[in-house]
């Protein structure tokens, strides 16, 4: 088995001679690179000046990174402006996401250019092997602006035998199909949940015969077992999960061919794992929340960043012979939400409902009235019959606090037929629960 080629580069990252790396001397690298970032951020930022006010200004042992304070969501988007670094005419790029729901204010992430240098060095080393005997990759992710994945990709690609072509995410199968075919895409980048649409819709219709696909990377959304091995038994093909978001520079860490972990770009991010609840560091192997910190982000670091995302760091080394510290598999963000969607949480209906292989996709919708509820579901199925709708509603009841609020009658399902292109119309990028409170004027939703 191919090792991954991430020990080699981040060896070289680090100035460490020969190609194989040493924990210790990456660990070397961190501590001091986590020095340099507290006092790049104390003296550059006016939030990270007051943030870090009380805290211990260096550390002497990677263990101690832990006393300094944790970074909220709340926190980065109230103050986002004031953690930037550099002069705004050093900006090259600001990326703002909008979170619909209570918490309304949009996140920005600023990014100069040498920051952005680091994430196309990233995905240059990480995606060829993915790639591997194939010439042309297809994103279904935006890429038509400057510094967005798609565009990341290609300029990262640039220099190697391999076409990159963006389409944009998935909103009607059959466009996106003919899409693949014209640019004769052999390696497939995107959202798992629209690759498993993508890929359920090729078996139904036949197109899957025509398929030239080798090879499929999937990231920015959890992406459970059951899910890639489907994608991987309809495309006969392996897929590689990836794991970033916006916050880390959108690499952050990605499965090598022994599929067993995803190794960390540990040259640019530091990973901890906490309990959610005490804050409390917690071990390699144990489930926690993900917190990051940038090593070398220029226009705005980020120390300590709760990602609201769950996994374990893994013990061992990797089958592939890498020392590179690999993360598991990130889990649903799992009861972020549960109060605003009174325990109806999109991660358990979609692991419930997704696996059915006659369901193409769906868009959930939760409509709250004062003291019931109602679930709708516009559903894009092959089948419309009423052992079929049994069946979904018996799966939904399945999960324990969905089969106490309908016993209750707190909750009711409704179920309507769509067609796919319809679903991907209305939910066009990750998938999300719509939530809308019936008892109000205004209309809510969110993640
Ligand atoms: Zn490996």
Redesign the pocket.
Known sequence: ?E??P?DAWIARRIEQTGNTLHREALERFQLNALNSVLEYACHCSPFYRRHLANAPKSLTALSQWADQPLLSDEELRAYGQDMVCTSMGDISRIVTLYTSGSTGDPKRLYFTDPDLEHIIDFFRIGIPPIVGNGTSLVTLMPGSRPATVGDLIDKALSHIEIDCACYGFLTDPQDVWEFILAHKANCLVGLPSQLLALARWAIATGKISESPVMSVLVSGEPAPLWLTHEIENVFSCPVYVHYGMTETGFGGAV????H??L?IREADLYLEVIDPVSARALDIGDVGEIVVTTLNRQGMPLIRYRTGDFARLLPG??????T?Q?LERVRSRGDANADATRGVELGAIDAALLTHPDIVTFVPTLLLERDRARLCLDMASQRRDNIFERDIYERLRGIPELARRFESKELSLELQYVDASTCFKVMPAKRRLFVSYDYKENDNASN
């Open positions: 088995m090792m991954t991430l499965e090598c061919a022994a067993d972990g190794h080394t990797c089958s592939c012979g890498s590179v690999r």
